[in-house]
């Protein structure tokens, strides 16, 4: 079972649990006011570790679309944590809370099931198709 810490918490979750999901399993109110369906931004996380090498297309293309994605070397990516799966052990900073941002909750209800799309790609692959497309 992988290991997922964060705010100097840790937590075992079973493999393909969503990261914004284990964060909660933390006790973390992380901001998620779009549902988890990669529309948002308020999930975001920056890895310490573990960051995975994979994209859904919904949060490649919210990434891609602001200042929020990193370039591929970076130390420490932003991710949105609705659209990980914990495959490994990772170790994330929380950027946007319930407590930090004011917010009267953290948004609606994230689902076990990745959405609007469950494939996952290569960021490489992503790039290319939107050069081509």
Do not use: N
Not at 10 to 38: M, N, P, W, Y
Not at 67 to 94: F, I
């Amino acid at each position: 079972m992988p290991t997922v810490t964060a705010e100097g918490r840790s937590v075992q979750v079973d493999a393909g649990t969503r990261l914004v999901l284990a964060i909660e399993a933390l006790g973390i109110d992380i901001g998620h006011r779009c549902g988890g369906k990669a529309r948002c931004t308020t999930c975001r996380v920056e890895f310490d570790a573990g960051a995975p090498i994979t994209f859904t297309r919904a949060e490649y293309l919210k990434l891609q679309g602001s200042d929020l994605l990193a370039p591929p070397d970076a130390t420490a990516p932003v991710r949105l944590s609705c659209q990980v799966l914990v495959e490994h052990d990772m170790s994330v900073r929380v950027l946007k809370t319930k407590q930090t941002e004011g917010w009267p909750d953290t948004g609606p209800k994230v689902g076990p099931d990745l959405v609007p799309e469950p494939e996952r790609f290569d960021r490489v692959d992503l790039e290319a198709e939107l050069a081509i497309g």
